[in-house]
């Protein structure tokens, strides 16, 4: 139970074929609205921030797809690691909180519900791509963690 909870799966077009633990990595938090996305980059686990992380703020990852609905993720999240989620996207109720989260969503969540990370500047962008603005200038391009990493949909 320990290694299924504490692991990372390398996915092959949505099937597991196979898991791995980062000690490192596996002190995360969870949060279906996160502030770091990991990518599987050959055998090594590399994270990136999703925007500023202010000094003692939790760094956090989403655990499942974020397109789900609150009450589905909290199924899920407490099904698979038995906790009950009081993230900010789980308690968002007024209009400044769906607000915020959609600008936040635009910028860091594919349509398939996955973490949109930085894309590797040498590789060619996966279809799941998304070109955002940075500092008012340059597109910072995007891509999808869908085909490296399937974010949890149906638990094992």
Known sequence: ATFALNSFGFYNKG???GRAIYPAAAMFNHSCRPNVAYRHEGSALCFYALEDIREQEALCISYIDM???TD???F?????WNFHCVCPRCKAHTVADVTALAAYDKTNVCACGAALVPAPPAENLISHSSSTISDGEQPELRECMCDTETMLRHPP
């Open 15 to 17: 099937d597991v074929c």
């Open 67 to 69: 397109s789900l609905s």
């Open 72 to 74: 589905q993720r909290r």
């Open 76 to 80: 899920l999240l407490q099904k698979q």
